[in-house]
């Protein structure tokens, strides 16, 4: 039985750019898919077609049990959909921002002032609750802008790269927002290009890149494609490098890479910090004086590498979404 946000060969293009090629997701509900991937992947698309929108060329998506292109009026009741950047008036204050988003979606005045008190508390924006939009940060804004998505409980939520430029501070805030929404029963597609935020809210993952999925599993899954846990090694000096690849050798479950200009060893290894503690033990044994040593998990460019063979960059596709973005705003 498809879940809450179920797709099927999803095509998208903007002139030559093929944006999404093909994409497949499903959502089981009350669960959380990242959608991984770096800017230009095809991930604002992808959440687009499934909020209305934009019309995908081609494919099927069923979004809270509606067809999207068949049903899209009831598809955006359904929905709560919060983008990488702040809608709101800058001109109303934060509660005049939510209790107009309620009477957009007919809430009756007290019911809409009612829950606009709510959600100002459980963002933590009573206090400048009666402040005009202009004056937040950009912190208190996106919990603002995240606040508006929800005014009407929806059982289906998007969130197109929350947390992007957000200090720590905000960012944890914002996750503890969400997994009370998720523990709750929302479903949620989130897209992001931080590993370390689909590792902390996603039940799984699915990676993305030039419009297409091209992984999907657990964080855990994830990295264990791309080898692991790593050993670090900057060796103090030059010419002890090629008995320092000897030492990491002994340990690793793969090639050691070689860094001349940074004289960094990098291996994958596994057995955690007991292997570390070892290898430390074994340098030391063989003379080699280290600057920094540390074992660390795969980043994003790690698994991008290792999936795809090239660094997460942006590309072409940025462009055609930012047109076609504008074409869409204009069309309303």
Not at 51 to 73: F, K, N, Q
Not at 79 to 97: H, K, M
Not at 115 to 136: G, H, N
Request: proline share 4%; glycine share 10%; aromatic share 4%.
């Amino acid at each position: 039985m498809p879940g809450a946000i179920h797709a099927e060969g999803l095509v998208k293009t903007f002139g030559d750019v093929r944006a999404l090629d093909g994409v497949d997701l499903d959502v089981p509900e009350g669960t959380v898919l990242g959608l991984l991937g770096p800017n230009g992947a095809g991930k604002t698309t992808a959440v687009r077609c499934l909020t209305t929108l934009l019309r995908p060329d081609s494919g099927r998506a069923v979004v809270a049990g509606l067809d999207v292109l068949e049903h899209p009026h009831e598809v955006r009741r359904s929905i709560g959909l919060s983008g990488q950047f702040a809608a709101v008036d800058e001109y109303l204050t934060g509660r005049e921002n939510l209790q107009m988003v309620g009477q957009l979606y007919q809430m009756r005045a007290r019911a809409a002032k009612a829950r606009a008190a709510e959600l100002l508390d459980q963002f933590d924006l009573a206090d400048a609750a009666d402040r005009v939009t202009k004056t937040y940060s950009g912190g208190m804004r996106r919990r603002l802008d995240l606040a508006a998505a929800l005014v009407v409980s929806p059982p289906v939520m998007f969130m197109d790269e929350p947390t992007t430029g957000l200090d720590p501070r905000n960012r944890q805030m914002l996750w503890e927002v969400i997994e009370r929404l998720v523990s709750g029963g929302t479903t949620l597609l989130l897209t992001t290009q931080y590993l370390e935020e689909a590792d902390h809210l996603a039940h799984d993952i699915a990676v993305v890149d030039h419009g297409k999925v091209i992984a999907r599993g657990t964080s855990d899954q994830l990295k264990a494609r791309t080898g692991g846990e790593r050993v670090e090694v900057v060796v103090h000096d030059r010419e002890h490098m090629p008995t320092a690849v000897e030492v990491l050798a002994g340990f690793g479950k793969g090639d050691t890479t070689v860094e001349e200009h940074t004289r960094r060893l990098t291996v994958p290894v596994t057995g955690g910090a007991k292997l570390l503690a070892e290898v430390i033990r074994e340098l030391d044994i063989r003379g080699i004086e280290i600057d920094d040593i540390g074992l660390r998990r795969p980043t994003l460019d790690d698994v991008f590498l290792s999936l795809t063979g090239h660094a997460a960059e942006a590309r072409a596709e940025e462009d055609a979404e930012a047109k076609d973005e504008k074409d869409a705003v204009a069309r309303k």
